[in-house]
């Protein structure tokens, strides 16, 4: 009986210890778009681990978007495992303590946060088709952090600090279309940073103090457009850019544009049909005549705002009057 009398009171202590998932609830705010939808907005609340997100009440639509805005939380897939119609995740102006994503949203955007380094076992949404990641504070980035996400069509990455592109940095993202890595404080770029990027057709690696320029763009049989401007490039390497049979576009720093020779130029990119000039400095006379010159070849100038561009970071060039 004593025996049996501990044994309960044992289980009763244990019962304690176990975690029990919990409700947060969060607002409905009604938006539209193309059709009415809701979504889920989370305000200055703390979500802990095994917390759940929830909403008072019965959801009479299908829920869009799950918003987490100046939060402090544990975000795991089973934090929104209320809602798995959800499309969408915004995280803003949060300190996110722990972060692994395995649901079904397609489109994850974070920015002005503070995450813990990015791995590829936080990311293991096979449903994702663009992430961005946009002026988070202190974000680090795993080799391999994308490896799981095959369907990922669109990857931003703004505002960060990332020295040196590695190799095997974007391993995995064989469907990716379009990389956005403006502002990142890059300097170097592996040789191989891109080899496995087989379907990239749009790569923008402006506003970064790159120097060199020479990665092996062999594989990127689907470039459309490349663009470079407001870097530190000196001298364009044309023997990269030759392999790129598809790229039509291409933006340049002006300081490149007087070493180039546009026949060598247009000779290097057959289908050249546009470069990319910083629009501060379309006035200047070698602007000018370097326009000439491509006009000359049917190839057009596209103006790039500077105020377009998010972020710049203090060690890199800046368009200056002409001189």
Not at 95 to 105: G, R
Not at 123 to 130: A, E, I, Q, R, V
Not at 196 to 214: G, Q
Request: hydrophobic share 40%; proline share 4%.
């Amino acid at each position: 009986m004593t025996t049996k009398k501990h044994l309960v009171l044992l289980l009763m202590s244990l019962s304690f210890l176990v975690t029990v998932k919990g409700d947060v609830y969060c607002e409905i705010k009604e938006s539209f778009a193309h059709y009415p939808k809701l979504d889920i907005i989370c305000k200055n609340i703390s979500i802990e681990q095994n917390e759940v997100i929830n909403v008072k009440g019965q959801v009479q639509n299908k829920i869009d978007k799950i918003q987490l805005i100046s939060v402090s939380a544990e975000v795991q897939s089973s934090t929104l495992q209320n809602f798995p119609e959800a499309q969408q995740l915004l995280i803003l102006d949060s300190t996110i303590k722990s972060f692994s994503l395995q649901s079904s949203i397609t489109t994850l955007n974070v920015s002005n946060s503070i995450l813990p380094t990015i791995t590829s076992e936080a990311l293991k949404g096979k449903d994702l088709l663009s992430v961005n990641f946009m002026s988070n504070y202190g974000l680090e980035f795993e080799k391999g952090a994308f490896k799981h996400l095959n369907a990922l069509r669109e990857l931003t990455i703004v505002n960060q600090t990332i020295p040196r592109i590695q190799r095997h940095l974007f391993t995995g993202l064989v469907n990716l279309r379009y990389l956005c890595l403006i502002g990142n404080n890059i300097e170097e770029i592996d040789d191989d940073a891109f080899l496995d990027l087989s379907s990239l057709e749009r790569l923008f690696l402006d506003v970064n103090p790159i120097k060199t320029f020479s990665a092996n763009l062999r594989g990127l049989t689907n470039l459309e457009r490349l663009s470079l401007s407001n870097t530190n490039l000196k001298r364009l390497n044309f023997d990269v850019l030759e392999p790129v049979k598809s790229l039509t576009s291409i933006g340049l720093p002006r300081q490149l544009l007087k070493t180039i020779n546009v026949t060598d130029l247009v000779t290097s990119i057959p289908d050249l049909r546009m470069v990319g000039i910083d629009s501060m400095e379309l006035q200047c006379p070698d602007v000018i005549s370097f326009m000439g010159e491509l006009k000359k070849k049917e190839v057009r100038v596209m103006p790039v705002k500077i105020e377009d561009i998010w972020y710049h970071y203090p060690d890199i060039d800046k368009p200056s009057v002409c001189s």
